[in-house]
């Protein structure tokens, strides 16, 4: 029987995995004295898609939601149930996003821990903010917000789309079992090749502000601001997405 405990567990776990794993491709890439140092931006999107999904194919039980955009618009889209057992209300949601926020946070701690000699070297300020939380490369925050909007629109239309995948409306009966946490991570791999030049692409708001808390907190030497001047734009403008996304799912998506 699946309980609000379970959900909690899963997407805890789950989202602690996505964030080690996709803050450390990014520490990976940007510290000094790392063996993936400079390895450029497709670096960083494959592993953040393989962080979503390791993350994914670890949170089952809760059906890897793993990002607020996600489960607020299943909200949206008038879903009944989370997942068999689990209906979709107050509690619930409370449960999904919570776990989700922390377990971003305890993720982004583990990477800490992984490269805490890196972090303790002189590296630029912004690289090692860069690890916890995305920025833009042109600081423009309607701009900004708009772009992480879209791409999180899209991100979100696509994984509902994929859940029509096997069921009784179309045709391809059988479900794609774990194929499906695949198709997500090709899908964050093409997001951020794609619509992840101006912003970082979030499209996630526990993946950004877990970590950015986490870097807030942290003890690393000489690490300058945590840009709490735009840690709202890759809250808000997922969010906005995700609920769009869900709205318009009827419409776009038939049943």
């Given at each position: ?9 899963s ?8 964030l ?5 491709v990014?520490?990976n ?10 390895g ?6 494959w592993?953040?898609g393989?962080a979503?999904f390791?993350g ?6 809760s059906?890897?939601?793993l990002n ?6 299943l909200v ?5 149930e989370?997942v ?6 107050a ?5 999904y996003?919570s ?15 992984v490269?805490?000699?890196h ?11 860069g690890?916890?939380s995305?920025?833009?490369?042109i ?5 900004n917000?708009?772009t ?6 899209v ?10 995948w096997?069921?009784s409306n ?13 198709g997500v ?11 992840g ?6 499209i ?9 808390i986490a ?10 601001s945590s840009?709490w ?5 890759p809250v808000?403008?997922p969010?906005v997405?995700?609920v769009l ?9 038939p049943?």
């Amino acid at each position: 029987m699946v309980t609000l405990g379970t959900i909690f567990l899963s997407e805890f776990v789950g989202s602690a995995i996505l964030l080690l794993f996709g803050a450390g491709v990014v520490a990976n890439n940007l510290l000094s004295k790392t063996k993936g140092h400079g390895g450029g931006v497709l670096h960083i999107n494959w592993g953040w898609g393989i962080a979503v999904f390791a993350g994914v194919l670890a949170s089952y039980k809760s059906g890897g939601h793993l990002n607020p955009a996600v489960t607020l618009a299943l909200v949206a889209a008038g879903k009944k149930e989370f997942v068999p057992g689990i209906p979709v209300d107050a509690a619930s949601i409370a449960t999904y996003l919570s776990a989700q926020l922390l377990g971003a946070f305890v993720g982004a701690v583990l990477c800490w821990l992984v490269y805490k000699q890196h972090f303790d070297e002189d590296a630029p300020d912004g690289f090692k903010l860069g690890v916890f939380s995305t920025g833009p490369e042109i600081r423009n925050y309607g701009w900004n917000f708009v772009t992480e909007a879209i791409a999180t629109f899209v991100f979100v239309t696509v994984i509902l789309a994929a859940g029509h995948w096997g069921d009784s409306n179309t045709a391809t009966p059988g479900g794609l079992g774990w194929l499906g946490a695949l198709g997500v991570a090709l899908l964050v791999v093409g997001v951020g090749a794609s619509l992840g030049g101006p912003t970082g692409y979030a499209i996630n708001p526990t993946r950004d502000l877990g970590p950015r808390i986490a870097h807030a907190v942290l003890p690393i030497p000489n690490k300058g601001s945590s840009d709490w001047a735009y840690a709202w734009v890759p809250v808000a403008g997922p969010i906005v997405g995700g609920v769009l996304a869900g709205l318009l799912s009827g419409v776009l998506l038939p049943a």
